[in-house]
Antibody, heavy 119, light 109 residues
Framework: QVQLVQSGAEVKKPGSSVKVSCKAS????????ISWVRQAPGQGLEWMGG????????NYAQKFQGRVTITTDESTSTAYMELSSLRSEDTAVYYC????????????WGQGTLVTVSS | EIVLTQSPATLSLSPGERATLSCRAS??????LAWYQQKPGQAPRLLIY???NRATGIPARFSGSGSGTDFTLTISSLEPEDFAVYYC???????????FGQGTKLEIK
């Protein structure tokens, strides 16, 4: 059973960056893929991008290309999502989610991290 | 990009009734479709994967069917804890992206 524990809530100014972490336990970190999914207030789920720790390569949704960076630290079994050039529309709960490498679903989810962008 | 369209947007039913939720893909996704349940303030929970397989620990009243472009999530007899928002999700091979439907809110009538 994989457990994903995310970092705490953040308040950021427009134009700044935020970095959210996701620490995994209960499985072999390099054997699964990690994605980031966000949910704006009252809205649906939106996939931002994902990474396969064993390969270290990330791919991103076209909407977020150039603004999001997903990385991992295998020594601490932690994944990170950094979003830059923040605007008010980026206010959302950000989730990490894990699944099999090249898998088609998300088996486990973190608890979510609220990022508020406000001047 | 494959678009998933869920219907209805809101479904009002009573406990004990049968719920049928639909998800339609803009092009074939074979059987690679998943369903999630989300309650307020909680992360989504995987219910069904590969269109018809229940995830670990999911009650038998939840079932999924379909292939290609049309999929259905059925809850055979609603329990009070089933009232939530349900999302379908698919993964495309190229570009390798995941997309979600816009959700169906299942509310108590």
């Amino acid at each position: 059973q994989v457990q994903l524990v995310q970092s705490g809530a953040e308040v950021k100014k427009p134009g700044s960056s935020v970095k959210v972490s996701c620490k995994a336990s209960g499985g072999t970190f390099s054997s699964y893929a990690i994605s980031w999914v966000r949910q704006a207030p009252g809205q649906g789920l939106e996939w931002m991008g994902g990474i396969i720790p064993i390969f270290g390569t990330a791919n991103y949704a076209q909407k977020f290309q150039g603004r999001v960076t997903i990385t991992t630290d295998e020594s601490t079994s932690t994944a990170y999502m950094e979003l830059s050039s923040l605007r008010s529309e980026d206010t959302a709960v950000y989730y990490c989610a894990s699944g099999a490498v090249a898998g088609t679903r998300f088996d486990y989810w973190g608890q979510g991290t609220l990022v508020t962008v406000s001047s | 990009e494959i678009v998933l369209t869920q219907s209805p947007a809101t479904l009002s039913l009573s406990p004990g009734e049968r719920a049928t939720l639909s998800c339609r893909a803009s092009q074939s996704v074979s059987s690679y479709l998943a369903w999630y349940q989300q309650k307020p303030g909680q992360a989504p929970r995987l219910l069904i994967y590969d269109a018809s397989n229940r995830a670990t620990g999911i009650p038998a009243r939840f079932s999924g069917s379909g292939s290609g472009t049309d999929f259905t999530l059925t809850i055979s007899s609603l329990e009070p804890e089933d009232f939530a928002v349900y999302y379908c999700q698919q993964r495309s091979n190229w570009p390798p992206e995941y997309t979600f439907g816009q959700g169906t809110k299942l509310e108590i009538k």
